[in-house]
C-alpha cells in the first residue's frame, strides 16, 4: 500500500515537472512550441497629422470651421484681420507706380538728349562753315591789303570774324561734349531706376504674399481637430490655430528583435482594434525601421556597466493597411492594434 502510494506521489511530482517545463518552453516560444505566428500589443493606427498655423502676426478677424468638421483641401479656416497688410499692397503699389513713372521721365530725358546731341553736332557743323568762310575772308582782305587796296580797317573786321567763328566752333564742340555727358548720366541712371521697379515689384509681390496669408486654408481634405483659436485672440507666426487629420492611415507595430527573422517586405499581416470589435484588417508589410526605438529615444541607454541584463529590443515596422475595407473609416491616429502575422506566408517582395 505505501508503495503504491509512493508511486502515486512520484508519478504526481513528475507530471507537475514535466507540465512546469513545457509551460516554461511555451512561455518562451522554444521547441517543440515553437510557432510561425508573431503577434504584438505594441502597434498604433498613425496618420499625418497636421498642424495649421499662421506665417504672420495679426489678430483673429473669424473663423469658419467648427472642431471635427470635414474640409477640402483649399477651404478657408481662419481669417486674420487684413486691415494693415491691404495697406502695406496699396504703398507697395504706390512705390511701383512712382518708380515706374521715374523710368519713364528717363526715357523722355534720354530722347531730350539725344536731341541736344544732334542740335550740337548741327551748331558745329554750321560753325564749321562759318570758320571756314571768315578764313576765306580774312585771307583775300590781307592780300588786298599787300597790293594797297584795302584798308587796315578791313582785315581788323575780318581777324575778328574769324576769332569769333573759331570761338563758336569750339563752344559748340563744348555743348556737344556736354550733351553726351549728359545722355551718359541718364543711361546711367536708368539702370538704377530698373533695379528700383524690380525692388519695387518684389516688394509688392511680398506684401500680396502677406495679405494671401491672412486668409489660412486647409493644405489638403482632412478633418480638423479641436480648434485652438477663437475670434479676436492675437496670433503669431508659428501659433497653433488647429490640426488637420487626412484620411492616410497605417500602422507602426514594433516587435522585438527575437520576432523579425522571417519577416520580409510584402508580406501580408492582420490586426484587430478594439474600438471596432469583431472586425479584422488585413495589411501588408510596407517598411522596416533602420534602427530600433530606443536608438531614437531621446535619452539613449548606456549599457557600459557592470551589471548588465539582455533585454530583447523592438523594432518598428510600418505596415500598409489594405484599402477598401469595412470598417477604416472608424480608424483613427492613435488607436492601438494588435498586430498578428505568420512569417512563413508568402510575400509580394523581398527586403
Known amino acids: 500500500m505505501n508503495v503504491t502510494r509512493h508511486h502515486i506521489v512520484t508519478a504526481i511530482?513528475?507530471?507537475?515537472?514535466?507540465?512546469?517545463?513545457?509551460?516554461?518552453?511555451?512561455?518562451?516560444?522554444?521547441?517543440p512550441f515553437r510557432t510561425t505566428i508573431e503577434t504584438t500589443e505594441d502597434a498604433y493606427v498613425r496618420?499625418?497629422?497636421?498642424?495649421?498655423?499662421?506665417?504672420?502676426?495679426?489678430?483673429?478677424?473669424?473663423?469658419?470651421?467648427?472642431?471635427f468638421q470635414h474640409v477640402d483641401e483649399g477651404?478657408?479656416?481662419?481669417?486674420?484681420?487684413?486691415?494693415?497688410?491691404?495697406?502695406?499692397?496699396?504703398?507697395?503699389?504706390?512705390?511701383?507706380?512712382?518708380?515706374?513713372?521715374?523710368?519713364?521721365?528717363?526715357?523722355?530725358?534720354?530722347?531730350?538728349?539725344?536731341?541736344?546731341?544732334?542740335?550740337?553736332?548741327a551748331a558745329i557743323t554750321a560753325a564749321r562753315t562759318t570758320l571756314e568762310t571768315a578764313r576765306i575772308n580774312d585771307t583775300r582782305t590781307r592780300e588786298l591789303q599787300d597790293r594797297g587796296a584795302g584798308t587796315q580797317s578791313a582785315v581788323d573786321t575780318s581777324r575778328?570774324?574769324?576769332?569769333?567763328?573759331?570761338?563758336?566752333?569750339?563752344?559748340?564742340?563744348?555743348?556737344?561734349?556736354?550733351?553726351?555727358?549728359?545722355?551718359?548720366?541718364?543711361?546711367?541712371?536708368?539702370?538704377?531706376?530698373?533695379?528700383?521697379?524690380?525692388?519695387?515689384?518684389?516688394?509688392?509681390?511680398?506684401?500680396?504674399?502677406?495679405?494671401?496669408?491672412?486668409?489660412?486654408?486647409a493644405p489638403q481634405a482632412g478633418i480638423v481637430g479641436e480648434i485652438?483659436?477663437?475670434?479676436?485672440?492675437?496670433?503669431?507666426?508659428?501659433?497653433?490655430?488647429?490640426?488637420?487629420?487626412?484620411?492616410?492611415?497605417?500602422?507602426?507595430a514594433n516587435f522585438k528583435e527575437t520576432q523579425i527573422p522571417g519577416m520580409k517586405i510584402g508580406q501580408p499581416l492582420s490586426f484587430r482594434i478594439d474600438a471596432v470589435p469583431g472586425q479584422v484588417f488585413t495589411c501588408t508589410i510596407e517598411r522596416f525601421s533602420?534602427?530600433?526605438?530606443?536608438?531614437?529615444?531621446?535619452?539613449r541607454t548606456d549599457n557600459a556597466t557592470g551589471n548588465f541584463t539582455k533585454v530583447a529590443q523592438r523594432v518598428p515596422v510600418r505596415i500598409a493597411i489594405d484599402p477598401d475595407q469595412a470598417g477604416f473609416d472608424q480608424l483613427i491616429p492613435g488607436m492601438s492594434a494588435v498586430v498578428r502575422i505568420n512569417t512563413e506566408s508568402t510575400s509580394a517582395s523581398h527586403s
Open 13 to 31: 511530482v513528475a507530471l507537475i515537472g514535466v507540465t512546469g517545463v513545457g509551460l516554461v518552453l511555451h512561455a518562451w516560444n522554444l521547441p
Open 47 to 67: 496618420g499625418m497629422v497636421t498642424t495649421v498655423s499662421p506665417q504672420l502676426a495679426a489678430y483673429v478677424a473669424s473663423v469658419e470651421v467648427t472642431d
Open 75 to 121: 477651404q478657408l479656416l481662419v481669417r486674420l484681420d487684413d486691415g494693415s497688410f491691404a495697406q502695406q499692397v496699396n504703398k507697395a503699389r504706390a512705390t511701383l507706380d512712382s518708380a515706374e513713372a521715374a523710368l519713364a521721365a528717363s526715357a523722355q530725358s534720354e530722347a531730350a538728349a539725344r536731341a541736344q546731341i544732334r542740335s550740337a553736332e
Open 160 to 217: 575778328t570774324t574769324l576769332s569769333q567763328a573759331e570761338a563758336a566752333l569750339n563752344q559748340g564742340e563744348a555743348a556737344l561734349e556736354v550733351a553726351r555727358q549728359n545722355l551718359n548720366v541718364i543711361v546711367t541712371d536708368r539702370r538704377s531706376l530698373e533695379a528700383a521697379i524690380e525692388s519695387a515689384k518684389a516688394g509688392l509681390a511680398l506684401a500680396e504674399i502677406d495679405l494671401g496669408n491672412t486668409r489660412i486654408t
Open 228 to 252: 485652438r483659436v477663437r475670434k479676436g485672440q492675437y496670433v503669431t507666426a508659428g501659433t497653433q490655430l488647429a490640426s488637420l487629420v487626412p484620411a492616410t492611415r497605417w500602422i507602426i
Open 290 to 299: 533602420p534602427a530600433t526605438g530606443s536608438e531614437f529615444s531621446v535619452i
